[in-house]
């Protein structure tokens, strides 16, 4: 069964407080969903129309289980707690295994 993915690009980061309740909130639902972190910031050289900004990867078992995982409520008070902290590109994508 493929993996999946969470792929996060922060264009910008206005408000680090935000960005910081965040992460706290949304490891309460990546944990329990089994997800783990590959990536979270470091160094990044973009191309193309990449942005060279904050990066994150986060792999779980499935497909299924990252989108559950988004879709909870654990996730969604993350996501509150964030709000218009952060511009980011949010996308979960299918792995190739």
């Known amino acids: ?19 910081a309740a965040y992460n706290e909130l949304a490891r309460l639902a990546v944990d329990p969903a089994g997800g783990r972190t590959l990536v979270r910031g470091g160094r ?33 008070q993350a996501l509150a707690a964030l709000s218009d902290g952060v511009e980011r590109d949010f996308r979960i994508v299918e792995g190739t295994d």
């Open 1 to 19: 069964m493929p993996k999946g993915y969470w792929v996060s690009v922060y264009r910008t980061i206005s408000d680090p407080e935000k960005l």
């Open 44 to 76: 990044v050289t973009a191309h193309d129309a990449g942005i060279a900004e904050r990066t994150v990867v986060v792999e779980f078992d499935s497909f299924e289980q990252a989108v559950a995982a988004r879709e909870s409520v654990a996730y969604q």
